[in-house]
């Protein structure tokens, strides 16, 4: 299983803090799963289109070219504004 | 040591920490981070801070390891304040201590620059007219770009 988590404005805009899902066939890398996240509605598509959208892979931040084999912790999330 | 808290703190008492029992110690460096009540021209009355619980320690981690390696600091103290805060509320402590000042205040520098651009939190703003997530700003990059230069 998957686990997938939201934050932020993200998090609002597809109305989720977090799920687990078995990998989809069509998923190998993180931008394979922002993909097939943003094909369940309009509202998920426009969210994971969101500018500047960063992902992390095990909490800690990736490029979007970074495989998945099925057993991770993904983060999807808007630019930083702590401190 | 890193801390994320909702609690307040206190500078005399992460000072006196900092400093006890190092005689190697020439200097301390520390900066507070506030709320500020205005932002983009509105009145802020509130804000609040959200994180990711575990990924913020392990990059707080990672950007006080990158600091050692590139200045030879003795301790460092991060503390980060989580959920509701009011203006004028301390929300960063950072205290760097090491021989010298140079090495003390560019460390503690890198390491806000650093926490501003990479550590996971994420500030919702509450004006008079409702809430709103706050923006990242240029700014904020490109103070944390110029130490990779």
Redo the contacts between chains.
């Keep these: 299983m998957i686990r997938i988590?939201y934050?932020?404005?993200l998090r609002e805009a597809v109305g989720q803090r977090e799920e687990s899902l078995p990998l989809p066939e069509s998923v190998a890398t993180v931008t394979d799963l922002r993909d097939f996240l943003g094909r369940r509605d309009e509202a998920w598509q426009q969210a994971m289109q969101m500018g500047?959208l960063l992902v992390?892979v095990n909490?800690?931040?990736v490029d979007w070219n970074q495989p998945l084999s099925g057993d991770e912790e993904v983060?999807f999330?808007?630019?930083?504004?702590?401190? | 040591m890193i801390s994320i808290q909702q609690a307040d703190f206190s500078l005399q008492q992460e000072y006196e920490a900092l400093r006890a029992d190092c005689p190697t110690i020439g200097a301390i460096v520390t900066f507070t981070g506030l709320m500020r009540d205005f932002n983009q021209g509105d009145d802020i009355q509130g804000l609040f801070l959200e994180h990711y619980p575990g990924m913020t320690e392990k990059s707080l981690a990672d950007i006080c390891s990158q600091a050692r390696d590139r200045w030879p600091v003795e301790q460092i103290r991060i503390i980060h304040r989580i959920g509701e805060l009011r203006p004028s509320d301390q929300i960063v402590f950072v205290g760097v201590s090491g021989q010298h000042r140079g090495e003390a205040f560019a460390a503690c520098e890198f390491i806000m620059d650093y926490l501003k651009t990479r550590a996971p939190f994420w500030k919702r703003e509450i004006t008079r007219e409702g809430s709103r997530w706050v923006d990242a700003r240029d700014s904020d990059t490109d103070a944390a770009e110029r130490w990779q230069k």
């Design positions: 988590k934050f932020a404005r500047g992390a909490q800690t931040v983060a999330f808007p630019p930083v504004t702590g401190g």
